[in-house]
């Protein structure tokens, strides 16, 4: 296992208090891949064995249906892990997943991580909590959807990825800005049209991925009123 990889997998959560010696125990051959755009990872209804962690790029998961189109149900990015199925021994993907932007990932062996799962406990509630975590993710997500404007969405999504701080930050938006339109709910040019309303609260933003924002605080009081319907409605 390289330092890269290493890296990778020591930022996400779920893998963040493993040894390196834990690590190279379930990580599978080989440990990582190149994504290349349109490369479909799995098909809904696959033996699940394997679970990809972004570094980069940009995978969709899809509800394949008979005669209908594919539905895309989420856009994964760095960070982020394909093939939650394989979190659970003899499963099967519930839905398919293809890398829409090229990108390269560090690939886990699912009954290798379920040995180790048996023999650690900690880590297994740890699992526990990250699982939690997602979910409550996609609550989120849901509710902006439905409850925000297009430019209150844009605007909590660029607070999650500053993190915490009040003052100046920048940002690399994870996606190329048509796929970014996607996750949020909204098309391209609604998007350019909510990253120019934001302009006034100090946020500025060019042709590429970097996104400077003047005041964090400030961006962040936009979102404070459905952060508070979150955390009183799903506790």
Same mark, same amino acid.
């Given at each position: $296992? ?15 208090? $493993?040894?390196?010696? +834990? ?8 440990? !990582?891949? &190149? %994504? ?12 699940? &064995? /394997?679970?990809?962690? %972004? ?17 895309? %149900?989420? /856009? ?11 979190? $659970?021994?003899? +499963? ?27 023999? *650690? ?9 990250? $699982?939690?975590?997602? %979910? ?6 849901? !509710? ?15 607070? !999650?990825?500053?993190? &915490? ?16 339109? &996607?996750? =949020? ?5 609604? =998007? ?12 500025? !933003?060019?042709?590429? *991925? ?17 952060? +508070? ?7």
């Amino acid at each position: $296992m390289n330092s890269d990889t290493l890296a990778v997998l020591t930022e996400h959560p779920l893998f963040e208090a $493993m040894t390196p010696e +834990s690590l190279a125990t379930v990580l599978d051959s080989p440990d !990582t891949i &190149d %994504l290349m755009e349109g490369q479909v990872l799995f098909r809904q209804g696959d033996h699940a &064995d /394997r679970i990809y962690v %972004l570094d980069s790029g940009a995978v969709e998961l899809l509800a394949e249906r008979n005669d209908l189109p594919d539905e895309v %149900l989420a /856009r994964l990015g760095p960070g982020e892990f394909v093939g939650a199925n394989a979190l $659970m021994p003899d +499963s099967r993907h519930a839905a398919a997943a293809r890398v829409v932007q090229a990108g390269r990932a560090v690939v886990i062996s699912g009954p290798a991580l379920h040995r180790l799962l048996d023999g *650690d406990f900690a880590l297994t509630l740890q699992l526990i909590a990250v $699982m939690a975590g997602s %979910l409550r993710g996609q609550i989120r997500e849901i !509710t902006e959807l439905k409850l925000q404007s297009t430019t209150e969405r844009l605007a909590s999504y660029l607070v !999650t990825l500053a993190g &915490d701080g009040d003052g100046r930050a920048i940002v690399r938006l994870p996606f190329e800005k048509r796929l970014l339109a &996607d996750r =949020l709910g909204m098309e391209p040019a609604t =998007l350019s049209r909510a990253f120019a309303r934001l302009r006034e609260f100090g946020v500025e !933003t060019g042709r590429g *991925d970097r996104v400077e924002i003047a005041n964090l605080h400030q961006l962040r009081a936009v979102g404070d009123s459905l952060e +508070s319907l979150i955390e009183g409605g799903f506790a």
